[in-house]
C-alpha cells in the first residue's frame, strides 16, 4: 500500500472537473490513508494502483503534464465552453498532429468506443451470460459500469439567475411566517435552529443552502418508532383491540451517536457488515457521513416527505380506478380483512372446484363513467410553471 494519499495535480482550469478529487476520495474510500505495512495488494487495489499508475506518465519525453492531467484540463474546457463530441474530437485531432511523435494523448473519445473488452486487461465491457448448453457467455448491450459525472453545483446556481426561484431560495432565511406557532418550513424545526446556533456564520447567510438525503427505510436503525397501545375490549376484529406493546421506545439516537455507531462497524469477509440484521440495519457507509459537522446534526435521518406523497398519491389513485397492478385492495388484503375487520361482504371466499378467486367491488372503487370523467379532469388540468408535469400526456381515454 501506499505511504500517502497520491493526489493529482490540476490547475485552475480544470477546477471544475475534479478529477483529482475523484480520485483522492475512491482512494481513501478503498484503501484507507497514513503509514501502512509493506504488502501485496489485493486484485482490485493492485489493478487500481497499476492504473493510477500508467495516467501518471508523460505525454511524451518533453513534458512533466501527465496523461490524466492532460484529459482533466481538456474535459474541463469542453464542459466549460460546452464543445460538441465532434468539435471536441477535431481539437484532440489538432492536438494530436502538433505534438511530438510517440505521444500518449488519446486521438478521440471514440478511440475505444467499439470495443467489446478493455483493451488492457481484456475484461469485458458489458454484461455477459451463460446460456448454460457449454457454449461462452454471451455478451449484452448492458454496460459493466457506467461513470455519470452530474455537479449540482452549478445547477444550483442557476436557480438565482431568476427572481422568482431566487426568492424560493432564500425563503428560508427571509420569508414571512403568518402563523409563527406553526411548522410551514423544515428550517422552523429544531433540528435546523439547533444547527444554525452552532455555525452562525452559515447561518447568516441566506444563499447557503442546505442539502437533503434520502434514505431507504430500511436503513434507518435507531430512529424513533412510536409505539400505540390498545386498552380494552374483547373483540379481535375491531382493529385487535386488547393488543398491549410494553416495550420501551428506542432512544432517539443524534448525528454523534449513529456516526459513532457507523465507525463501529466491520466489514464481514463474504460482503455486508457483521452483526446485520441482529444488532443492526446498515448495509452501506455514505461518504456524507465524513462531513465535518456531520455530529452536530439533531436528525441526520429523515422520511422524504415528497417521495412518501407520491407514493400514497399513487396508492390512492391506483385503488380507486382499480389498476390490476397498482390497487392496494387486492387479494392479500382482501385475505387479511377477514381476520383485522367486521366486513363479511369484502371477505374473499374459497372458490369452487375449477373456478377463480373473485372480489367483490368495493365502495370506493370508481365506475366506469366516473373514471372517464376524472380522467378528461386531468386531461383540462392546468398548473402554475413548475409546480407540476404535464399530467395530460399520460391520459389516453381510448385505452381505459
Known sequence: MRDKVVRQRIDDCDADGGVGDMLHDYHEAHFGEGPQ??????????????????????????????????????????????????????????????????????????EHEKDAYCPKYKASRFLEVDSGDGQPKKQLTIPVKILRYLPFIPRIQRLFMTEEFAQQMTWHKKGVRYNPDKMVHPSDGESWKNFDRIHRDKANEARNLVY????????????????????????????????????????????????????ALRVNDDGGFVGYGEEHAWTQKSVLWRLPYIDDFLLPHNIDVMHTEKNWGEALFGTVMD?????????????????????????????????????????????????????????????????????RRGVNLTTM
Open 323 to 391: 389498476i390490476s397492478d397498482k390497487t392496494k385492495d387486492n387479494v392479500k388484503a382482501r385475505v387479511d380483512l377477514a381476520m383485522l375487520c367486521d366486513r363479511p361482504r369484502y371477505e374473499m371466499r374459497t372458490p369452487g372446484p375449477g373456478r377463480k378467486w373473485k372480489k367483490t367491488q368495493a365502495d370506493f372503487v370508481l365506475m366506469m363513467a366516473q373514471k372517464k370523467e376524472a380522467l378528461e379532469w386531468i386531461q383540462k388540468l392546468q398548473f402554475p410553471y413548475g409546480y407540476a408535469a404535464n399530467l
Open 37 to 110: 505495512e509493506e504488502e501485496e495488494p489485493e486484485a482490485s487495489a493492485k489493478a487500481y494502483f497499476e492504473m493510477l499508475e500508467a495516467t501518471q506518465k508523460p505525454l511524451h519525453s518533453h513534458t512533466k503534464v501527465s496523461r490524466l492531467d492532460a484529459i482533466g484540463r481538456l474535459m474541463a474546457l469542453k464542459s466549460q465552453f460546452s464543445l460538441s463530441r465532434d468539435a471536441f474530437d477535431s481539437l484532440l485531432t489538432v492536438f494530436g498532429s502538433i505534438l511530438p511523435e510517440n505521444h500518449i494523448t488519446p486521438k478521440s473519445m471514440k
Open 212 to 263: 437533503s438525503r434520502e434514505v431507504s427505510m430500511s436503513n434507518m436503525q435507531g430512529s424513533s418508532v412510536v409505539h400505540l397501545v390498545e386498552e380494552g375490549g374483547q373483540d379481535v376484529k375491531s382493529f385487535m383491540k386488547g393488543v398491549k406493546v410494553t416495550e420501551i421506545a428506542p432512544p432517539i439516537m443524534m448525528g454523534a451517536a449513529i456516526h459513532a455507531q457507523i465507525d
